[in-house]
């Protein structure tokens, strides 16, 4: 198959797995505060596992232009936040239903799955193997992440069907985020550690403004620690056993 | 004049350990520490810890990634414990009490016993032959300055004073010297258990920093802010790391 297929085929599974968060609303009505806690944490612990993988696995070792794309990383999606005015927003909400809210944090998930989308084309574009590995740390995390945002959709009485679909549809970034990264880097093969540096600092950032600030409120912090932690180890020790 | 080799690892030892003190200089030139600065403070603490825990793990698992694992977990089961008892006692540091003495407390746990892994690795590369010595000790030295700084970031803002805070901070390294003289005498035992000592300082010092660290950052300081922290202080850690 050529490649560029196969970046969409792991991407497109990656997104569509998200699905699969919101198969918990099947049977239960609505998520307890701990359990959104606990599922941002899993999706935060996976971010940085896969984010040590793009530093530590990618690369023997991180290249001055690198650095240079880690910061450019961090300040590209601190600017975009607050350029939509979503900086200081809390993402799990459940009790929140005004319609700006709503726009806000389907607009945030669309974001994320941007820089999913970029750590998914660079690790395929530092070897295919490794893309697969991370296009699948991706998808597990895609997950928790998509069960709080069903959570915060069904808060506002939207359709199971609908809110999957939702759910689905702010991953579709990550497709085309994945596969045009590929395609640059392909073409221009210096754009790799750029590439990986970017995906680093969006992550990162990402995981330390978002996904983790409001697990502490949601449940203790020794429960949000352990829960971050093996989520990151079972990620490092994949990366690790692999190579 | 030749020197015992054993004399000449302890040394070095302590000019590693020394070095550590270095990371309290900074605070210096930080007068004045406001609510926000002791979050951002916090901050680099959890960034160095992360960036540090990150190349930890990168080496460990070069030895053996299912050692790592198991120490990891053992090192996060030990600290987990620990806290459990700290919060238990009415604990004093200097003459702090309360939440922050047990800070304070638990951090010098959580970073002296990673000076116990370090100080294995000092030792297991110096079995490997004396003719890289001095620039081993040169890496190691100048790497565990930002680890006194970690240390300072938490202590400093509890008034401690920066005498004081270089102080602990040598004193979190001094198991390094104690470990780096078995080590290189047994080389072929110790490297098999550096895996171990790996993962267990990596995972003490995460669970510290998703534990207690960033929980406290982000009480006092916008999230955006902390995570800007957070990130460029992580690789810069790890670039530090990588390219010593």
């Not at chain 2, 920093?209 to 929980?215: G, N, Q, Y």
């Given at each position: 198959?050529?490649?560029?297929?196969?970046?969409?085929l792991?991407?497109?599974?990656?997104?569509?797995?998200?699905?699969?968060?919101?198969?918990?609303?099947?049977?239960?009505?609505?998520?307890?505060?701990?359990?959104?806690?606990?599922?941002?944490?899993?999706a935060a612990?996976l971010?940085?596992?896969?984010?040590?993988a793009?530093?530590?696995?990618?690369?023997?070792?991180?290249?001055?232009?690198?650095?240079?794309?880690?910061?450019?990383?961090?300040?590209?999606?601190?600017?975009?936040?607050?350029?939509?005015?979503?900086?200081?927003?809390?993402?799990?909400?459940?009790?929140?239903?005004?319609p700006?809210?709503?726009?806000?944090?389907?607009?945030?998930n669309?974001?994320h799955?941007?820089?999913?989308?970029?750590?998914?084309?660079a690790?395929?574009?530092?070897s295919?193997?490794?893309?697969?590995?991370?296009?699948?740390?991706?998808?597990?995390?895609?997950?928790?992440?998509?069960?709080?945002?069903?959570?915060?959709l069904?808060?506002?009485?939207?359709?199971?069907?609908?809110?999957?679909g939702?759910?689905?549809?702010?991953?579709?970034?990550?497709?085309?985020?994945?596969?045009?990264?590929?395609?640059?880097?392909?073409?221009?093969p210096?754009?790799?550690?750029?590439?990986?540096?970017?995906?680093?600092?969006?992550?990162?950032?990402?995981?330390?403004?978002?996904l983790?600030?409001?697990?502490?409120?949601?449940?203790?912090?020794?429960?949000?620690?352990?829960?971050?932690?093996v989520?990151?180890?079972?990620?490092?020790?994949?990366?690790?056993?692999?190579? | 004049?030749?020197?015992?080799?054993?004399?000449?690892?302890?040394t070095?030892?302590?000019?590693?350990?020394?070095?550590?003190?270095?990371?309290?200089?900074?605070?210096?030139?930080?007068?004045?520490l406001?609510?926000?600065?002791?979050?951002?403070?916090?901050?680099?603490?959890?960034?160095?810890?992360?960036?540090?825990?990150?190349?930890?793990?990168?080496?460990?698992?070069?030895?053996?990634?299912?050692?790592?694992?198991?120490?990891?977990?053992?090192?996060v089961?030990?600290?987990?414990?620990?806290?459990?008892?700290?919060?238990?006692?009415?604990?004093?540091?200097?003459?702090?009490?309360?939440?922050?003495?047990?800070?304070?407390?638990?951090?010098?746990v959580?970073m002296?016993?990673?000076?116990?892994?370090?100080?294995?690795?000092?030792?297991?590369?110096?079995?490997?032959?004396?003719?890289?010595?001095?620039?081993?000790?040169?890496?190691?030295?100048?790497h565990n300055?930002?680890?006194?700084?970690?240390?300072?970031?938490?202590?400093?803002?509890?008034?401690?004073?920066?005498?004081?805070?270089?102080?602990?901070?040598?004193?979190?390294?001094?198991?390094?010297?104690?470990?780096?003289?078995?080590?290189?005498?047994?080389?072929?035992?110790?490297?098999?258990?550096?895996?171990?000592?790996i993962?267990?300082?990596?995972g003490?010092?995460?669970?510290?920093?998703?534990?207690?660290?960033?929980?406290?950052?982000?009480?006092?300081?916008?999230?955006?802010?902390?995570?800007?922290?957070?990130?460029?202080?992580?690789?810069?850690?790890?670039?530090?790391?990588?390219?010593?």
């Amino acid at each position: 198959m050529d490649p560029i297929l196969l970046v969409l085929l792991y991407s497109s599974v990656a997104a569509a797995v998200a699905a699969v968060g919101a198969a918990p609303f099947l049977w239960r009505a609505q998520l307890r505060s701990e359990w959104v806690g606990w599922s941002n944490a899993v999706a935060a612990g996976l971010m940085l596992g896969a984010a040590y993988a793009l530093m530590v696995t990618g690369v023997p070792r991180i290249p001055p232009s690198g650095v240079i794309g880690v910061l450019i990383g961090l300040v590209f999606i601190n600017r975009l936040h607050a350029a939509a005015g979503t900086s200081e927003i809390d993402l799990n909400r459940l009790e929140q239903t005004s319609p700006e809210y709503g726009y806000q944090v389907l607009l945030i998930n669309t974001f994320h799955a941007g820089s999913e989308g970029v750590a998914i084309g660079a690790a395929m574009s530092v070897s295919l193997p490794f893309g697969v590995f991370m296009a699948l740390a991706i998808a597990v995390h895609n997950i928790p992440e998509g069960m709080v945002l069903t959570a915060i959709l069904r808060g506002r009485d939207v359709r199971l069907g609908a809110a999957a679909g939702l759910v689905v549809a702010t991953n579709v970034s990550q497709v085309l985020m994945a596969i045009v990264v590929y395609a640059l880097v392909m073409a221009a093969p210096g754009l790799l550690p750029w590439a990986l540096g970017f995906a680093v600092g969006s992550l990162v950032y990402l995981v330390l403004a978002e996904l983790l600030p409001q697990c502490y409120r949601q449940a203790g912090p020794t429960s949000i620690a352990l829960v971050t932690i093996v989520a990151m180890g079972i990620v490092i020790l994949l990366a690790g056993v692999g190579t | 004049m030749t020197a015992s080799p054993v004399v000449v690892v302890f040394t070095y030892g302590l000019v590693t350990a020394l070095a550590t003190g270095l990371g309290a200089l900074p605070f210096f030139f930080v007068r004045g520490l406001s609510a926000r600065a002791v979050a951002q403070a916090n901050a680099v603490a959890s960034g160095l810890m992360l960036g540090a825990s990150f190349g930890l793990v990168a080496e460990g698992t070069g030895f053996g990634a299912w050692q790592t694992l198991v120490g990891g977990v053992v090192g996060v089961g030990f600290i987990l414990v620990t806290a459990r008892i700290l919060r238990s006692h009415d604990i004093g540091f200097g003459h702090v009490r309360g939440i922050g003495a047990r800070r304070m407390l638990l951090l010098m746990v959580v970073m002296t016993v990673h000076s116990f892994a370090e100080g294995v690795a000092v030792g297991v590369s110096f079995g490997g032959g004396m003719a890289l010595a001095l620039a081993i000790v040169v890496a190691i030295a100048v790497h565990n300055i930002p680890e006194g700084l970690a240390i300072s970031a938490v202590l400093r803002p509890q008034g401690m004073s920066v005498a004081q805070c270089a102080w602990w901070s040598v004193v979190s390294s001094l198991p390094q010297p104690i470990m780096a003289v078995p080590a290189f005498l047994l080389v072929d035992a110790f490297r098999r258990i550096l895996p171990y000592g790996i993962g267990f300082a990596a995972g003490a010092m995460v669970f510290m920093v998703f534990e207690e660290l960033l929980p406290e950052a982000y009480g006092q300081e916008q999230r955006a802010g902390v995570a800007v922290t957070v990130t460029i202080t992580l690789v810069a850690m790890l670039v530090f790391q990588q390219y010593l």
